[in-house]
């Protein structure tokens, strides 16, 4: 009966890949962050060190009946984010449409997830909600030639990774899980308060490609706590 709670929020495309190895797993992602279970406080804070002008392999990584993203792959040593005293190296950012975190029970029309580990392999997920708006111009050697099948790489040269942060790092804090198989936890999630903008086209260029989407539906809190430094 737990097992059946979580797999009632995977898409239909994960039900082969899902047995009991969800029994058990309470500290999932993505989920519902709203006022009404947020706790302020003060954060410790974020540092970014990330390359004004990196290569990037960019691939489309949806097989049927698996997680499907476009996936920009970036250099190693190319970025880092150091909180609470560990710094964690950036591997690659990917996109999710719709947004997998709500915002107040909302979803934007596409999500921002940029993924870093450490020393130890752990993980922790920036993830950034993208808004109708601007074309955005940093994004646009990606999002006008995004790859339409899993045999197609992008080559990205020069592409300024600081592009992707705010300047305001008002965040949302908890720890889950990947949004996709094998769903295994003990991540770090900080979700950024302020929007990333893309156009509508830009949008749609992506849609295009997952036309069912590729979110996974948002998971029960049980009892996490949610930080957040936005006044
Ligand atoms: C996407 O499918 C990425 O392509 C995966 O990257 C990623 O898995 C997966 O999403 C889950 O990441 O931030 N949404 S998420 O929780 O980074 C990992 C790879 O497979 C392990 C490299
Ligand atoms: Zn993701």
Known sequence: LVSALFVSGLPAAYADIVDDKLAGMEAQSPIDIRSDNTFFGNLSPLTFNLSSSTTLDVINNGSPGKEKTVRANVAAGAGSITVDGDTYNLAQFHFHTPSEHLENSHATP?????VFSDANSHLLVVGRWIN?????????PIFSNLPQTTADHLAVNSFNLNSLIPDNLESFRYTGSLTTPPFSEGVKWIDLAQPLDMSASQVQAFQKLF???????????NGRIILTDVP
């Not at 596409?110 to 940029?114: M, N, R």
């Not at 036309?211 to 809190?221: C, F, I, K, S, W």
């Open 132 to 140: 109708y708006g601007d074309t955005n111009a940093a994004l646009a």
């Open 211 to 221: 036309p069912d989407g590729d979110a996974r539906e948002v998971q029960p809190l």
């Open 110 to 114: 596409l999500e921002l997830h940029l």
